[in-house]
């Protein structure tokens, strides 16, 4: 089933703990899973390479339209402001806002958060998450 793109969020836990909710205003979210290879390559390879999986990582990243009042339910830039100060890890699930298919759900840390307004343009925050530790797919 193909479904609409704005159907798509990234829900964040607050640094107080508790219930993750969807960051605030967003209008982009993006998952990038990647994974190393090894090179085995030796002169029995025939001129060609041979290869091994090696480790596997993720990022995520997102932007929006910025806030400076927190909209209740949602995660607003004060709170990944706060995580990235701290050094906090965050929980996030990435998935539908109607639960279909599957979550995919994982730990990161903060490691870029902008925000920035052009003269008569909307202000907006972008933020990036680096991985740590496996991703979880689970069926809904």
Same mark, same amino acid.
């Given at each position: 089933?193909?479904?609409?793109?704005? $159907?798509?969020?990234?829900? &964040?836990?607050p640094s !107080?703990?508790?219930v993750e909710a969807k960051l605030m205003?967003?209008?982009? &979210?993006s998952l990038s899973i990647n994974a190393d290879t090894i090179d085995i390559s030796t002169? $029995? !390879?025939a001129g060609f390479r041979d290869l091994l999986g090696g480790q596997k990582s993720f990022s995520l990243s997102a932007d929006g339209?910025?806030?400076f009042e927190a909209t209740a339910g949602d995660t607003d830039v004060a709170e990944l402001f706060d995580q990235m100060m $701290?050094?906090?890890a965050v929980s996030f699930t990435f998935a539908l806002a109607t639960p279909a298919g599957y979550?995919?759900?994982? $730990?990161?840390f903060i490691t870029s958060l902008e925000i920035s307004g052009g003269t008569e343009d909307a202000p907006t925050y972008s933020c990036s998450i680096e991985g740590?530790?496996?991703l979880t797919k689970t069926a809904v």
């Amino acid at each position: 089933m193909i479904f609409n793109g704005t $159907d798509l969020i990234l829900k &964040v836990s607050p640094s !107080s703990g508790g219930v993750e909710a969807k960051l605030m205003h967003s209008q982009n &979210v993006s998952l990038s899973i990647n994974a190393d290879t090894i090179d085995i390559s030796t002169k $029995d !390879s025939a001129g060609f390479r041979d290869l091994l999986g090696g480790q596997k990582s993720f990022s995520l990243s997102a932007d929006g339209l910025m806030d400076f009042e927190a909209t209740a339910g949602d995660t607003d830039v004060a709170e990944l402001f706060d995580q990235m100060m $701290d050094r906090t890890a965050v929980s996030f699930t990435f998935a539908l806002a109607t639960p279909a298919g599957y979550t995919i759900t994982g $730990d990161g840390f903060i490691t870029s958060l902008e925000i920035s307004g052009g003269t008569e343009d909307a202000p907006t925050y972008s933020c990036s998450i680096e991985g740590t530790g496996a991703l979880t797919k689970t069926a809904v």
